[in-house]
C-alpha cells in the first residue's frame, strides 16, 4: 500500500497566495518577520512588489492591512495564530472587524501540534476569540486541497476572514479534482446512523480513521468535516444529529468557545441532543513533539474512538 502523502496546511496557504498573485494584483500580503514559519515566504520570493514585512509587530500589521483595504486592495496579513488572534487581537476586533473590511488573516501554528514551541505558541483559544468578533468569517481547513480552496474562496469574500492553519503535516485525503469548496457548508464525509462526528481541521482525518474502529464494534457513524465554523452548516448538523440522536465534536482546540460550543449552541436551541466535545479540557499545552501531543490529548483516531466509545455507553443510561 502506497503512503499517503502529508503536506502542512500552512505550505498550502503559502502556495494558494503565489496563485493568487499570479492572477491578481490586487492582492497584497503582510508578514511580521516570519515569512519563512507562516510559507509566505514563497510569495514574497514570486511577487516581491506585494508583500511588505512590517517586522515583529503584529498589532501595527494588523492596523496597515486594514488601512490597505480602504484602497480597494485584498491583503492577507499572517502571522502565528497566537500573534494574529491573540496579541493583535484588539486591532482586528476595532480595525478589522468593527468596520468590516475585506482584510484575510492567515494564522498559521494553530493549536498543540505546534509541538516543541511549547505552550506559550500553543494557541488552543483562537477559534473562540475570533467568534465573538461579529462579521468575521473562521475557517480551519482539514487538508492541502481544501486549504488552497479556502484560499482562493477567501479572496473572493467580501469582508473579513480569519483562516487556521497548521504546523504539522497532515494527511491529504481530498480529491483535488473532485472536490469543492463552499464557505459556510459542512461536508458529509461518510454517512451513518448510530452517532454524528462532526471534526474541523487535522481531527477530520483522525475522525475518519475512528469512524472505522467503531465499525469494526458494530457502530456506524457519520462523519462531517466542518470547514467553516462560522458561519456554521446548522441545517447539516440539525438534519444529522436528528437521524442519530448522539454527536462527538472533535477539534485541535479548547472545548470552551470553539467549534464544539458552536454546535452546542446550535442543537440547544433548535434541537436538544447529547453532546460529546473533544479537544484541549481547559488545559495549556506542553512541549513534545506533535505526534505525541495528539496522542497524549486523546485528539489521535485511537484518543477519538476511545471517548466516543466512553460517551455511547453513558448515553445508554440516559
Not at 502542512?8 to 498573485?21: Q, W
Request: proline residues 3%; contains cysteine; negative net charge.
Amino acid at each position: 500500500m502506497s503512503e499517503v502523502k502529508k503536506i502542512a496546511t500552512r505550505e498550502s496557504y503559502g502556495n494558494a497566495l503565489v496563485e493568487l498573485g499570479n492572477e491578481h494584483d490586487d492582492l497584497v500580503v503582510l508578514t511580521a518577520d516570519l515569512a519563512a514559519a507562516t510559507k509566505t515566504g514563497v510569495f514574497k520570493k514570486a511577487h516581491p512588489d506585494k508583500h511588505i514585512n512590517v517586522g515583529i509587530a503584529e498589532a501595527n500589521m494588523t492596523g496597515i492591512a486594514a488601512g490597505i483595504a480602504t484602497t480597494g486592495k485584498v491583503p492577507f496579513c499572517s502571522s502565528f495564530a497566537m500573534f494574529s488572534a491573540g496579541r493583535a487581537f484588539e486591532q482586528v476586533r476595532n480595525s478589522i472587524g468593527y468596520p468590516h473590511l475585506n482584510v484575510k488573516i492567515g494564522a498559521t501554528h494553530a493549536g498543540i501540534s505546534v509541538g516543541e514551541d511549547g505552550a506559550s505558541h500553543q494557541c488552543n483559544e483562537d477559534i473562540a476569540l475570533m467568534r465573538t468578533i461579529p462579521g468575521m468569517v473562521i475557517i480551519n481547513p482539514a487538508d492541502d486541497v481544501e486549504a488552497r480552496a479556502a484560499v482562493k474562496a477567501a479572496y473572493e469574500y467580501v469582508g473579513p476572514v480569519y483562516l487556521r492553519f497548521g504546523r504539522a503535516a497532515v494527511p491529504v485525503f481530498n480529491d483535488e479534482a473532485t472536490y469543492k469548496f463552499e464557505m459556510g457548508k459542512g461536508i458529509v464525509l461518510k454517512e451513518g446512523k448510530d452517532v454524528t462526528i462532526v471534526a474541523t481541521g487535522l481531527t477530520v482525518p483522525e475522525s475518519m480513521e475512528a469512524a472505522k474502529m467503531l465499525a469494526n464494534d458494530g457502530i456506524d457513524a457519520e462523519v462531517i468535516n466542518i470547514h467553516t465554523i462560522k458561519p456554521l452548516d446548522e441545517e447539516l448538523i440539525l438534519k444529522s444529529a436528528k437521524k442519530t440522536g448522539k454527536v462527538v465534536t472533535a477539534e485541535e482546540h479548547s472545548v470552551i468557545g470553539g467549534l464544539g460550543s458552536a454546535v452546542c449552541d446550535c442543537l440547544s436551541e433548535k434541537l436538544p441532543t447529547p453532546v460529546k466535545k473533544i479537544g484541549m479540557y481547559d488545559v495549556f499545552g506542553e512541549s513534545g513533539s506533535a505526534s505525541a501531543l495528539i496522542h497524549k490529548y486523546q485528539l489521535d483516531a485511537e484518543g477519538i474512538y476511545n471517548q466516543i466509545k466512553e460517551f455511547l455507553n453513558k448515553t445508554k443510561t440516559w
